[in-house]
Each structure stands twice: as structure tokens, then as C-alpha cells.
């Protein structure tokens, strides 16, 4: 019997016609034309996805379970997604909505919740961070504003996921900038705040970045494994295991693979220490309840993999810090960026608010 | 004045509330923050996203048009899609409709339909093309019905997309192996059949690969540009001004960015010199004017780029090729995959039927 996954899919369709789009969605997503042409056994016995079970959701909607062949997959972190919902992803009326592991397949995140916490001296309390922003500003303000999150005591300080290698604001002359003004800052407030700069390119173009932000005493960095490719992303967790990687949901979409199964799952399969996602109550659309599952399934045992810290952004306030913390607890990093910005010259004060106002709602 | 793309969304929203959901859309696609927070007027005059257009679609849809800083991108391919539509992915409601450039950014396809052409010495007609499958298959089998399709006169054989580098079937035995039967049957038909194998991985594996298919006598290949990462493709067509890349549809959805402007435009740009997607009346959901609309967008004069030649798949048949030539034209690469394999032991004289077709039903 060959290992396989169990792909759950969310299929829209009729009862008279969902035993056939179910065996269409198991040979898509592996041989991918008509079992009648196949002449090789073992391909049939072995390789042909196969429907395991089929159930009426109501409302139009069928579960779908197909379990996939893990062999088709090998070690590569791309074929993985293009196994899973490659050809698939084209039918509209289709979600990927779970997928067990017959066995973790990667080896996952490198620190986890717990590394990121050793780093920060904080083992209980739910952790801080906010974002460096707008791009096109000059370095030496990038750099001011960097060192006054430091001073208002945040755990992490991420580059905002626009911020590439543009002419205006090079990888090579902020990342060292903000790096110096973190660590400065740092010393004086006696906290140990990471900066992790925003990765972009090709791997070739990620690999030297990292090689500046280490240069620079960093030890974290953002990517988007959605733009950069889930392969490139592996290799770039397995070639710094010192580095602790934060995903950034750009480009995951929200309507085709379910948000708990691509960004708390599936990111953190992939190498995600922590998997930032767009919260209810900010500037999008996710439900109370998906982010509560999406929250879940980054922290869960599974497999043995280190769980990834849920980080809900997107429009959360100093307002709403008890409140977010009532729904995620402590195993959270709570992210303010722009709203955090909008202090201003008063920016150090703020975030020490911010700062405040999670460890004083947190447990201890 | 910056010079500035003109990205195209199409929101789901009110008369009451579509100027603010414009705006926020302008935002988030360029600073990500709120503009009361940005201290530097260059920012905010060349950096942040101006609403240029709204116009009401009718049912509760807006065409809202958006001008994104050129800067912003800079030269890389992935940070052209995070910038488009990264964060506003997450929003269900909104589709990227449509983009336009202020200059080209990117150098597109090295050769397009009329490299291709020359490559094969045809001049008008519509071309051939089929899928080499399935994955699992011994590389002996595969090598065999490469050798088939070839010897019934197909102008293209590419690698199921599936097919990566997995253990039973790895790159570096099955490429070889095929590549010279195609060869090798090549010199009996007098015809110069390509064989394109499907790249997987991190850009350093495709790299590699790429280099085991030109020692092995190769011009193409075939990349899934949503999983590999848009950067990676523009690297690979960069460095590989000799190869004819075949753009495949794996994770290109059907319902977040519209496929003529992601397949037919984008993957264009970003240099796929031949675009497969699946036509209707086939095993996927594109509409005809869909389809129509990819093909035109793939061909047409736009920046000078060289054009793609489009690629109709997908559950095509050989009793279809009068119609579907009808349809799009000898511009066209016709892919028949699964259905000529179901003809097993006759393959080559089934192949021969499908370039008979497709010759006499093009002009010439």
C-alpha cells in the first residue's frame, strides 16, 4: 500500500453527479487523463488518486476525500500544492479545504513558538509586533521609526511585505540602517526587539539578502511563500536554521483553499515560525471563526512539528488588544502597524502602550 | 510624475460605499497604511496608489481603476504580483481584472509563436501539441510513447505537469531517455518534434534541470508559473535566452484573477513564449469568451513583446480540432493529451490523424 494524503475538497454539485466529480478530482490531481489509456499496473494500484469518502454538506456543497499518493509529491515543497490543488484550483466550484499527512513530509518550522519566545525572554505572555512602513520613505525615517517601536519595548518589528529591493530603499542600505537602529535602541531599553526585513526575488536574490540581514545581527526575516514559491521557501528554511521565518499571507487568495488549511497548516509545513493572517474586525473579510481554526491548526501537534505563533493583523488597535486576546490567548502575537503609525512623532509612546496593554492582559 | 500601472479591479459593493473601498484598495496596494500616518509628501505623492476611475458594471459591480507606482515593482516578477493584488487577494469580493503598463518592465517572451514556427518550419499552420503521461509510468514506457507522438508528426510533446523529479521517475533518467526517442524518431519523420520537460523545485534545481535538457538536445520546457513563483520563471527565461518556455495553468484558480489577464497577459510578460489553459467544452469552466479573450490577450501587439501562442487544453479530442481551429484560429497550439493515449498500441497512427487534422483544417 503506498503512503498517501487525504486531500479534502469542498465541491459544489448535484447528488446525481458528484460520484463523477469526485473520481475527476482524484484523477486530476494525479495521472491526470483516462484510467482506460493507463497500461501500467502499478501506476493504477499505486499512483491513480483514489475517492475515500464522499459526504452531502447540504446546501449544494459535497466533502470530497481523495487520498493522493505521496510518492507523487517526493521532497519538493511546490509539488506539494500542484499535487494537492494544481489543475483543480481551475474549477471554481471547488475548494481544497483539508489535508491529513501520512507523515509530516517536511520538517516544518525550525524555532516555532517556542524559539521565538527563547529569543524574546517571554514565556508566557502573548507577544508584540508591528510593521515598518510605507515604503519609498527615506532610510534615515525608516530607520527613526524602527528605533522607536525598539523604545516602546516590541518583541518584533516586520518590514512592511511591500518593501523589495525598489531604487528608493535598497535591501543593502535599509536592512543595515534598521538593523543598527533596532540594536542601538535595544541596548538602551534592555529588550531583545527583532527586526526581520522582507525577502524578495528569486532564491539566488533571498539567499543574499539573508546573508546581509545576518551580516547585520539579525536572525529573522518576512517572506511571502505565495509570491516566492512554497520550493523556494523550504530551501530557504532548511539553508538557515538559524533564522526564524515569519510568512506573510500576500496572494493567499481567500476564497479557494481554506485560510486554516494554507496559512496555519500548510505555511507552517512549509517552515513558518509564524503565520501572519488578516483578523476579523480589521480591514478583511475573514470570519470570527476562521481565524479561530486557522489559529488552532498552526499550534496543534502534528506530526511533531514546532507550532507556528498565529499572528492576527490587518487593522487590529490598541483599542481592541484585551478583546483580541480574550479570542486568541496567549500563544499569539498580536501585530498594530498603521494604527500604531499613526502616533507619530508620540510613536515610542504608543507602541510602549501597545506593549503594556498585551503583557498586562496576557497571564504571566 | 511617477510613472504608474493601471491595475483594473472588479468589487462587489454598494453605490453608497464603492469611493472608500477604492481608496482602500489604492492603499493597500502601496503603503499599506494610513496616509494621516505618512510624514514624507514624496510618498504620498509618487508612491501611494491614486483612484483614477470608478464605473458601475451594474448588479452590485464596480470597475474600479487603480494608477500603482511603476517604482513600487522595480524589475522583479514577483513583486509585480504582490504589488497587483497581494493583500487584496484576501478580499473575496475583489477580482484583478485587468493591468496596463506604462512601458513594458519586462522583456516578456525570448521568442514567442514565431521562434516556435521557425523551429519547425511551419509557417501558418496551427501547431500540435501532447501531454506525455502518467507519472509512475517506467521511464522505458514513457520514452516509448514519446517516440509514438513523435513518429505520427507532433510538433510539441510536453510533460505532464505533473511530473517532477520523484523517485520512480527522476528528471535526470526520464528526460534523457524520452529525449532521445524523440530524437531518434525525429530523424525517421524528417519532422523536428520538441519535447518539453516540466521543471520543479527551487530555481538551483530547475537550473539543473534545465541544464540535463540542453546536454540532452533540448529547447523547451515547461514551467507552472504560480508555483514556481514569477520571479523564478523571469530568472529561468532570463538565463535561457535559447529555450521556448510553455507556461502551465497549475494554480492560476479560476475565480481571483481574471485568466485572460493572468495567463494570456502576465505569463507573457513574464516570458512565456507559449500559454497552455483549458478551453471550454472541455474538463474545465471557461466560458468561450473567456477563452477568446486569453488567446487575443496572449497574441496581440502590446510593448512590442514577441507573442505567446495559445495553447487550448484540457479535455480536447481529436472529432473537436475542426471546431476548436474555427474557434481560435491558426494562431493556435492545439494540445490533445489523454485522448490520443486512449488509442494505446495505435498512438502513432492516432498522433498522425491529429496533425492530418490540424494541417488540413488550417490554411497554409
Not at 483539508?98 to 529569543?119: I, Y
Not at 488549511?261 to 483578523?279: C, E, K, Q, T, Y
Request: proline share 7%; net charge negative; with cysteine.
Amino acid at each position: 500500500m503506498p503512503a498517501r494524503l487525504q486531500a479534502t475538497y469542498h465541491v459544489r454539485a448535484d447528488a446525481r453527479t458528484i460520484a463523477a466529480r469526485a473520481q475527476g478530482i482524484a484523477v486530476e490531481q494525479s495521472v491526470e487523463m483516462p484510467l482506460g489509456a493507463i497500461t501500467d499496473d502499478a501506476v493504477l494500484r499505486d499512483v491513480v488518486g483514489e475517492v475515500q469518502d464522499i459526504a452531502d454538506l447540504g446546501n449544494g456543497v459535497f466533502t470530497v476525500r481523495i487520498g493522493l499518493a505521496a510518492a507523487t509529491i517526493g521532497d519538493d515543497a511546490g509539488q506539494l500544492l500542484n499535487m494537492l490543488f494544481g489543475n483543480t484550483s481551475l474549477h471554481d466550484d471547488v475548494t481544497l479545504h483539508d489535508v491529513e499527512l501520512p507523515s509530516p513530509l517536511f520538517p516544518g518550522p525550525s524555532h516555532g513558538e517556542p524559539g521565538m519566545r527563547a529569543r524574546l525572554g517571554a514565556a508566557t505572555r502573548a507577544l508584540t509586533c508591528s510593521a515598518l512602513k510605507p515604503q519609498g520613505a527615506p532610510v534615515a525615517l525608516l530607520a527613526h521609526l524602527a528605533a522607536q517601536f525598539t523604545l516602546g519595548g516590541i518583541d518584533w518589528i516586520k518590514d512592511d511585505h511591500g518593501m523589495a529591493d525598489q531604487p528608493y530603499g535598497r535591501f543593502a542600505d535599509r536592512v543595515p540602517a534598521c538593523a543598527d537602529a533596532v540594536h542601538e535602541a535595544s541596548r538602551r531599553t534592555g529588550h531583545p526587539t527583532r527586526y526581520a526585513p522582507s525577502l524578495s526575488g528569486t532564491l539566488e536574490t533571498m539567499r543574499r539578502q539573508l546573508a546581509l540581514a545576518r551580516a547585520a545581527g539579525l536572525d529573522s526575516a518576512v517572506i511571502a511563500p505565495m509570491v516566492a514559491g512554497f520550493a523556494t521557501m523550504q530551501a530557504l528554511v532548511r539553508e538557515n536554521p538559524d533564522f526564524v521565518f515569519l510568512a506573510h499571507p500576500s496572494m493567499a487568495g481567500a476564497a479557494r483553499i481554506a485560510p486554516p488549511l494554507l496559512i496555519g497548516r500548510l505555511f507552517r509545513l512549509v517552515g513558518a515560525d509564524a503565520v501572519v493572517f488578516p483578523s476579523h474586525g480589521g480591514r478583511f473579510g475573514y470570519t470570527p471563526q476562521t481565524c479561530a481554526d486557522l489559529a488552532a491548526r498552526a499550534r496543534q501537534d502534528w506530526h511533531g512539528l514546532a507550532p507556528a505563533i498565529p499572528v492576527p493583523a490587518g487593522g487590529m488597535t490598541l483599542a481592541r488588544v484585551g478583546e483580541i486576546l480574550d479570542f486568541y490567548g496567549p500563544h499569539t502575537m498580536v501585530l498594530i502597524g498603521g494604527s500604531l503609525l499613526e502616533a507619530r512623532e508620540r510613536l515610542a509612546a504608543e507602541t510602549a502602550a501597545f506593549t503594556r496593554a498585551v503583557a498586562t492582559n496576557s497571564p504571566r
